[in-house]
């Protein structure tokens, strides 16, 4: 028998990856239609990604921005 943490550790997962596939979803229809997202906070995908330079400096790292457009990178080439 599955003591009660596991069994609710797997439907937390369960759930987390059904609103992972619900937002990847809207993402692929909004940029198809090409229209930003509104209303899901993910209003920060609705920027475009900045040009990397050629020398980063440990400031441009450490800024938010740099990290929440990184993270969308990696998520989006994760998913190819």
Do not use: C
């Amino acid at each position: 028998m599955q003591n009660p943490q596991g069994k609710q550790k797997k439907i937390d997962f369960f759930f987390l990856l059904l609103v992972s596939k619900a937002l990847l979803v809207e993402y692929i229809v909004v940029q198809k239609r090409n229209k930003p997202f509104k209303g899901l906070g993910l209003e920060h995908m609705n920027k475009s990604y900045p040009v990397v330079q050629s020398q980063l400096t440990s400031s441009t790292l450490r800024s938010s921005q740099f990290q929440l457009q990184a993270q969308g990178l990696s998520r989006e080439y994760a998913l190819l």
